[in-house]
């Protein structure tokens, strides 16, 4: 069983920054797409950024310039770094990965999330 495990989230206040870890364990062979998705009370879960497994990024429009995602192979780990907070930022942020246990199939994992929230 995969297991992707979240954490860096907290209260952090308006402008300020945080840094979102994921933590991929388990049978893995390798790691495909991962990205963080955030869901914020009464909103569908909408994506924040993706990375390739050779570290092509996207964005979603709104957030370009204020996150950087990365990624760790070897350490089959994501990270999120989040600029500029603002309240509406407020939400769960969730990790995804694609993850291989084969050369073949690949299955998607999501983490427990971890809440990240901005004061004003």
């Known amino acids: 069983q995969v297991q992707l495990v979240e954490s860096g989230g907290g209260l952090v206040q308006a402008g300020g920054s945080v840094r979102l870890s994921c933590a991929a364990s388990g049978i893995i062979f390798s790691i495909g797409d991962m990205g963080w998705y955030r869901q914020a009370p009464g909103n569908q879960r909408e994506l924040v950024a993706k990375i390739t497994s050779t570290g092509n990024s996207n964005y979603a429009d709104s957030l370009k310039g204020r996150v950087t995602i990365s990624r760790d192979n070897a350490k089959k780990m994501v990270y999120l770094q989040m600029n500029s907070l603002k309240p509406e930022d407020t939400a769960v942020y969730y990790c995804?990965?694609?993850?291989?246990?084969?050369?073949?199939?690949?299955?998607?994992?999501w983490g427990q999330g971890t809440q990240v929230t901005v004061s004003s």
């Open positions: 995804n990965a694609a993850v291989y246990d084969n050369p073949i199939t690949a299955r998607m994992y």
